[in-house]
């Protein structure tokens, strides 16, 4: 069985892999192209993880840590299944919620097809866990509570690359965080969604406040370093979704 495991786990890195290789390009499921010189490459090649036939551009360190990682990740989940979700459900998840987290810290993006498909995948999910009242409940919090956020951070910016006398660069927070919350809210109902959505904002402020640190230090502070939130949100609900207690 450990085996059967293992293959999944291995089947689920090349799936993250592809789909956070092909969809920021495409924006849909297509062949992928090298990252260096947009050579299409062949499915053969792409399986049997070969340079690029052009510039022989070696795969991504993502690439080997999405492999590595999913096959440990699986075994981990099958002896220490997450208490309400189980084995299989917690790794299909698994993979959704590595692809939004790959393709945002490569790209600073959330798809809208990425959102949908969460929507749809985490309904079902969602009602079999907590009933639809909690999980829409959920949803709307989650989405509502980051849509709030996410406008008072473009109003701040207005306001101070107004007062600067400079255009509006970026905003602290993407409107795909908000669309991630609502997905994440309808995963966690209601009202595990503010549990998830304090510690991602804990999570996310102590790593912001490191890097400001960091960066005041080397003196190359600048007022918006954006902080990819997405991977703090999906951090808070892995924690309580995960348990295996
Ligand atoms: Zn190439």
Redesign the pocket.
């Known amino acids: 069985m450990i085996l059967v495991v293992l293959v999944i786990g291995l089947l689920s890195g090349l799936l993250v892999n592809y789909l956070a290789d092909v969809l920021p390009v495409d924006r849909r499921l297509g062949r992928p192209q090298?990252?260096?010189?947009?050579?299409p490459i062949s499915t053969g090649d792409y399986l049997t993880w070969r340079n690029?036939t052009?510039?022989?551009?070696r795969r991504s360190l993502r690439a080997w840590l999405v492999l590595a990682l999913y096959p440990l990740a699986d075994i981990g989940l099958w002896f220490y299944p997450p208490l309400r979700l189980g084995f299989w459900l917690g790794a299909l998840l698994l993979v959704y919620l590595g692809v939004v987290v790959v393709i945002d810290l490569e790209h600073r993006l959330v798809l809208h097809p990425v959102s949908l498909i969460g929507v749809l995948l985490a309904l079902p999910i969602g009602i079999w866990l907590h009933g639809w009242l909690y999980t829409l409940l959920g949803g709307v919090a989650g989405f509502g509570m980051m849509y709030v956020l996410y406008y008072l951070g473009t109003l701040f910016s207005r306001w101070v690359s107004s007062r600067r006398g400079e255009d509006l660069e970026e905003v602290a927070l993407g409107f795909g965080d908000v669309n991630i919350s609502g997905v994440l809210g309808l995963l966690l109902g209601w009202p595990g969604i503010t549990l998830g959505l304090f510690t991602a904002i804990i999570l996310g402020g102590l790593v912001s406040g490191g890097i400001i640190l960091v960066s005041m230090v080397q003196k190359r502070y600048r007022m918006f370093t954006a902080v990819p939130y997405v991977p703090f949100l999906v951090l808070g609900a892995l924690w309580l979704l995960y348990r295996p207690f």
């Open positions: 090298c990252s260096h010189c947009h050579t690029c052009t510039c022989s551009h």
